[in-house]
């Protein structure tokens, strides 16, 4: 019992250097796995124990036999009727024979236990501009472009497919509360008719309609046809609410044609530090009154402010009106201002507050520019008397 185990040691470790091309000792090779035959003739395994049998079944894989060995199959025939009921082999230690009888058994294997193969990962890019989504595709099978295209969501549909993934998750609920209560009597009807419980049909409607609404055309062409394994949305947290991964396109949901994971993508506006007022004399003040030069009494207003900050408190003061600022100038001279006040007129876009915005003599500036030109610094107090300025 011993003799089978060391000889197999032995005769692997030669095999092994065999393979290096540092000894070439053939004829003990020889010796010992024809010792190792000879003791396994008239019994069924060398001996009683997994973990020892795993030496004298590797060194005859190390010397080149396989499955097609009746030896190596007498052998494995062994290795699985002695394995419990559990998974484990415990003839003498529960730990040491299993692990030696699973290396035993994978070195037969054809096909890895795990595929280590790279996944092949596309990229699903969504994000919220001024009122439309922005979607685009990245990964295998888009070329050397990355496929971006634009779709509007009408307030109600977004209403909707938020609510609709409230009601399907209320209906999965309800659906699983049913499963377990007909468990049986499902297996017996799925036993003798083979048929299985099928998806509600709420759940695919709005996978579909989410696809229509969510999905570009032609990024919905790329996602079908795509030979991409796993897909990685990155999702504007802003559009969080919409139903995501339940997305059928019409043959599957997008969480079962691929390997799906979800990354939210912040798009919150970096915020950098107010300046400071220390003193009035090193305040810089920017009024803008009446730029479009249609508002006299904004104009009058201007005026006044100016006199009441220049004169009674001490502050630099520059003042513009009519056409006397354009809207290159106020965006370039924003960071070199303390405080900033507008008397002029605004306007306001509800469905896209980013696209609001201020009117000079040359056209509007909308907040998302002047957002731009306050992120180096920004004034530590901004005034606006407009319409719609609140």
Known sequence: MIAARQTAMVASLFCLTRRLG???YEQVIELGIEYIRSDMNEKPIWNSASWS????LQALLDYGATLEDPLVAKAVDWFLASQESDGQWKQVSGLDDTAMAVLALSGLLTTPLVDISAPRMAILNVIRENGIIRVSIDGPGTGAMTLADRIKLSPKVRSDLSEN??????ALGKFRSQSRKDASENCRRNARYKTKISVPLELEKTGKYAFGHLIPTKIQYQLENSSADHLRMDIDERLIDLPWELIHDGTEFLCLRYALGRRLVSTQSFHSPSRRVQTARNTRVLIVADPTGDLPAA??????VGILL????????????ASGLNKMDFLLSLKD?????????????PSSPDESCLVFCDGEIQAFEIERFMRGRSPAVVFLNACWSA
């Open 299 to 304: 104009r009058q207003e201007g005026l006044e």
């Open 337 to 349: 201002y303390d405080i900033v006040h507008f008397a002029g007129h605004a306007s306001h876009h």
């Open 22 to 24: 540092l000894t070439t």
């Open 53 to 56: 049998n795993y030496y004298p």
């Open 165 to 170: 993934q409230q009601l399907v998750m209320t």
């Open 310 to 321: 220049r004169d009674k408190c001490g502050m630099q003061v520059d003042e513009f009106a």
